[in-house]
């Protein structure tokens, strides 16, 4: 099982804070992963509509969409932030 954590609007257009599944097989890096929650029902496909512009930490260290998922136990996923 793996934990994903969602954060700010995703978090709302999702409905849940965080959630524990078992991935598929084939959901192997972080675009698979974005792709295979959008097919989770309408707050996933809302949320995840723009994959591009979607944060994520894996095991709370900033990943690119290209980083393999193998042995991560917590996924979080966040708009963009700005700063100032």
């Known amino acids: 099982m793996t934990k994903l954590v969602y954060f ?3 978090r ?4 849940v804070t965080e959630e524990e599944i078992a ?6 890096d972080v675009s698979a992963l ?3 929650l959008k097919t ?17 930490a894996l095991d ?7 980083a393999p998922l193998a042995g991560t136990r917590e996924i979080a996923l966040f708009p963009p932030m700005t700063g100032g």
């Open 60 to 66: 709370r260290v900033h990943a690119e969409h290209d």
């Open 34 to 36: 974005l792709a295979f």
């Open 12 to 15: 709302e257009r999702i409905g």
């Open 8 to 10: 700010a609007w995703v």
């Open 23 to 28: 991935l598929p097989e084939d959901v192997n």
């Open 40 to 56: 989770r029902g309408d707050g996933y496909e809302i949320a995840l509509q723009q994959p591009e512009v979607i944060r994520v």
